[in-house]
């Protein structure tokens, strides 16, 4: 336990620990909505589960904005105030404040308000070296997913699990809710599009927390021949995979509210097309839109500025037709636990010069984890003949995914 001085300055800045221990499984999407839950906890406010492994010891932390306890305290916060020794910081895409653009590169600094050192695991730099790891005697990752394949999260997960797992330091992982953790859904990746936006065979959709998804990674081998993270993750408490969560602060730039989370998994695939999401609006992922759409097709309007997230967005400065999502749009079908591909499916059809709709880089299959969505819809597929396209990968996957499921499944 800690001692009397360093356990009272870590419960001034953290809620006292909760306990859940709840293990079920399930197959298919549920009928109705998450159930509002206003006790739910992340795994760092159950301080007493993971006190005596950090105690004493020299902690490197992978966390960002989202990484805060209830009360909204940072961890980082939290344990420095409390006596741990923080070695250094492992920041993901957006960076350690989250206030990057999504691709942007950040560079290695110090943080002004700790002083500690802040290690960017984005661009050229993906995997923790020897370096940045030799003065820690464990590594805790605390990040805040989003439940989607294409969330660069979970690739940084990946990284770190395996850099772990070589230079033989024990891991954290503090586990959060999935607020996309009620459904599984999409195609599943081929290994063969595998990149930073896609590194495992997973549907777009797999309905775990990053925790479970975690021990996914490890048993699998999916680290490479012969590594295992020495892995310990810490459950949160009052979760279930029926029970909806608030995320208490916004996942990255562009997901501004839990409206966008919401249709990220369905609206992301247009990151590789000729349509806008929203960059550059206040309603980043809860819009479709371009210049050159047909007007008397695309009743909404919004125009492309710069702003903090977004600095330089697709169509920036241009007024785009298209769709307000934000709120319940008669133009397409309810989206509610599944991809709903009639975005994609409508957009494609109104779109006047369908050679130029999806770009030429890869990046469209990239994000689909195959070539085969493309296809399909430049085949004119209906929503229903492409969805039954999944099935067999799905149903596999879904017998996987029993095996690691840490909560009661929906």
Known sequence: MPTKKGLQLL??????????????????????????????????????????????????????????????????????????????????EHGFRGDADAGQSVTNTIDKKTGIAVISLYGKHEKPSSDDLKNCDVVIFDLQDVGARFYTYISTLFYVMQACAEQKKPMLLFDRPNPNGYYIDGPVLDLKFKSFVGMFQLPVVYGMTIGELSGMINEEGWLGTGLQCDLTVIKC??????????????????????????????????????????????????????????AKDCPFTFKVVAKPGAK??????????????????????????????????????LFPDKKSFFHNDGFFDKLAGSDQLRQQIIAGLKAEEIRESWKSDLDAFKKKRKKYLLYKDF
């Open 237 to 294: 408490a009052g979760y279930d995979h029926t029970k909806h969560y608030s995320l208490p602060v916004n996942p990255s730039p562009n997901l501004p509210n839990e409206k966008a989370i919401e249709l990220y998994p369905s609206l992301c695939f247009f990151e590789g097309t000729e349509i806008s999401v929203g960059r550059g609006t206040d309603k980043q992922f809860q819009v479709l839109g371009n210049p050159n759409l047909p």
């Open 11 to 92: 419960l001034l800045v953290s809620l006292l620990f909760f306990a859940g221990d709840f293990l079920a499984y399930g197959q298919t999407a549920p009928k109705k909505k998450p159930i509002p839950d206003a006790v739910i906890h992340p795994a760092c406010d159950r301080t007493e589960a993971y006190w005596e492994d950090i105690k004493g010891k020299r902690v490197a932390l992978l966390v960002n904005q989202t990484s805060v306890f209830s009360n909204k305290v940072h961890l980082v916060d939290s344990l420095k105030n409390a006596g741990i020794k923080i070695t250094c910081i492992l920041a993901p």
């Open 312 to 349: 330089t967005p697709p169509f920036l400065g241009k007024t785009c037709k298209g769709f307000d999502l934000s709120t319940a749009n008669a133009a397409f079908p309810e989206s509610y636990g599944k991809i709903n591909l009639e975005y994609l499916i409508r957009l494609y059809a």
